[in-house]
């Protein structure tokens, strides 16, 4: 009788051992992380500016042409930052997750692609405008440490697939395996420890910044004005459900600016110089300046990146210096021409002489709406110019004044194709009823903002399907032209709205009768046009 084998069962000996991308992902990722982690620690002792995020971040906006930012402004508003930094993280993350891989074949290549990122980080840092002795410390810091994990966690995941491999040879022998067990808990170990290594640190660098900002602004105290902001006219506010509300609330007052990080600058140690073209020098520190005797006037800025219908502008009103005063108080040169102001974080403003001199309210302002200018809107001194659009007068964080000439400097926008001379444009907006909303037949309130900064509004027109227009009621009437000119205008009209699609459509017309043209055109060189309309459909 001849014996047959029995069928041979199939063990994890007899399957091929896949090659190990996952963990080596994996590695990658909690590495990258820990490169981070470290650099925040260390950069909120030296510098939060020279971190690699926010190093990179930065010499990516000062890169980016001016379309890029209009689209990314336009799509994303207010947080195109945050946008960039997830945007930043995710590529970073995803860099990570290929070196970990190719390392898990080639190590020495894996390495040099971590290594070349930290190289880029540790340029951004170094290269900046305002940078430091030590910018380069927090990426450097982060790299080795990130490195070292990377290199620990690698060869832990070469051992442990050796491990495996010796375990299942000896599976086909019989022999008992114990260094596969052993290795995966060292890995798993090492994943678990970098991983915790930079939450930690993040989070620590993040405590320690938020501890080491100086002076809070919630805390500075500012003295009363000598000459307090004039009163509204009677009507000046249109009380209609839905409308954008005459003064800006702090926190829903717009920012657009190119710091991916908010500067904090204590203002126990800022100082604010004045030189170029003048008789004299000065330096004021925020003691002096919250001495001279300030004066309050409400003024609505407007960003050139508004859109036709949008929301990037906002009406507050301000405590400050005037700077026809403080530019008295030196002594300027007859042909200079232009100020050029710089942010503590190196962004520079070219901003026309003749707009500070000519009478307007043009401001070093201290306070907003009654408090401290809040850290993301400039503490703690920053200009505010009416007439002129924020990229050529709104300077937050002000630390540099120099009186100089068009013909001799020129600004981070206008070196970026923007218009030096930005006047703001007449502009008007429909914020009820909004587009595509469904009403119901009868009286319709339809109302919204318009603003020609320093000209005034004259007028607010109305019309439905392109039919005859028709004049809106603008708060405080005809006769608050002259106090409000520095401020945007609430503005409503009542249509009897019938059934069916219906568009809506606003102009204005300036302080002098010159009225908003139709035609639509982008935000750049200096600033969108076009008439604002809502499609709404009534039952």
């Not at 590695?27 to 820990?34: F, K, N, R």
């Not at 002594?331 to 200079?336: F, Q, R, T, W």
């Not at 540099?400 to 194709?417: H, K």
């Not at 930005?422 to 037949?441: E, G, H, M, Y």
Request: some cysteine; hydrophobic content about 45%.
């Amino acid at each position: 009788m001849t014996a047959t084998a029995a069928p041979r069962t199939s063990t994890t000996a007899d399957r091929p051992r896949r090659h190990p991308f996952a963990q080596g992902a994996l590695a990658g990722v909690v590495s990258g992380g820990l490169t981070l982690g470290v650099a925040e620690l260390v950069g909120a002792l030296v510098s939060p500016e020279s971190t690699p995020v926010i190093a990179v971040g930065r010499a990516f906006i000062e890169r980016t042409p001016p379309w890029l930012k209009d689209f990314a402004v336009a799509r994303f508003g207010t947080n195109d930052k945050l946008v960039l930094l997830i945007g930043m993280t995710v590529v970073v993350a995803l860099l990570s997750v290929a070196a970990g891989v190719v390392a898990t074949q080639r190590f020495r290549l894996g390495l040099a692609l971590v290594l070349g990122l930290d190289a880029v980080a540790v340029l951004a840092s170094v290269t900046r405008p305002d940078a430091g002795r030590l910018a380069a410390l927090p990426t450097v810091a982060g790299a080795l440490a990130g490195a070292v994990a990377f290199g620990l966690l690698l060869t832990a995941i070469r051992r442990e697939t050796a491990s495996a491999a010796t375990s299942a040879a000896d599976a086909t022998t019989g022999t008992p395996a114990s260094a596969g067990p052993v290795s995966r808990r060292h890995l798993l170990t090492g994943m678990v420890g970098t991983a915790a290594a930079a939450a930690a640190t993040g989070t620590g660098g993040r405590l320690l910044e938020g501890r080491s900002q100086g002076l809070d602004p919630a805390a500075a105290r500012l003295p009363a004005p000598i000459q307090p902001g004039p009163q509204l006219p009677p009507g000046a506010t249109v009380d209609i459900p839905g409308i954008t509300p005459f003064v800006t609330p702090n926190r829903d007052f717009y920012r657009i600016d190119t710091a991916l990080l908010v500067p904090r600058i204590d203002a126990s140690t800022w100082r604010l110089r004045l030189h170029g073209m003048v008789d004299r020098e000065l330096v004021l520190s925020y003691a002096d300046l919250l001495g001279l005797g300030l004066v309050e006037r409400t003024i609505t800025l407007t960003c050139v990146s508004n859109e036709v219908g949008g929301t990037l502008a906002g009406n507050a009103t301000w405590l400050g210096y005037p700077l026809a005063d403080l530019l008295a108080r030196v002594g300027v040169h007859p042909d200079a021409d232009m100020l050029l102001s710089a942010s503590g974080d190196g962004f520079t403003v070219s901003t026309p002489l003749s707009a500070l001199t000519d009478g307007r309210d043009a401001l070093l302002a201290v306070g907003m709406n009654g408090a401290p200018l809040p850290a993301e809107h400039g503490f703690p001194a920053r200009m505010v110019v009416p007439g002129l659009y924020g990229y050529v007068s709104a300077t937050k964080w002000v630390v540099d004044l120099e009186v100089t000439r068009f013909d001799r400097a020129s600004a981070y926008w206008t070196q970026r194709g923007y218009a030096a001379q930005a006047p703001i444009r007449t502009f008007s907006r429909i914020d009820v009823p909004k587009s595509f909303a469904r009403l119901a037949a009868g009286p319709v309130a339809v109302a919204g903002m318009a603003w020609a900064q320093h000209r005034g509004i004259g007028s607010v027109q109305v019309r439905v399907d392109g039919g005859p227009w028709q004049a809106a009621r603008i708060g405080g009437g005809a006769g608050a032209q002259a106090a409000l000119t520095d401020m945007w205008r609430q503005w409503v009209w009542t249509w009897d709205a019938t059934p069916g699609t219906h568009l809506l459509e606003v102009r204005a017309a300036d302080g002098a009768g010159a009225v908003q043209p139709q035609q639509r055109r982008r935000p750049a060189p200096d600033g969108a046009t076009g008439w604002h309309s809502v499609s709404v459909s009534v039952t």
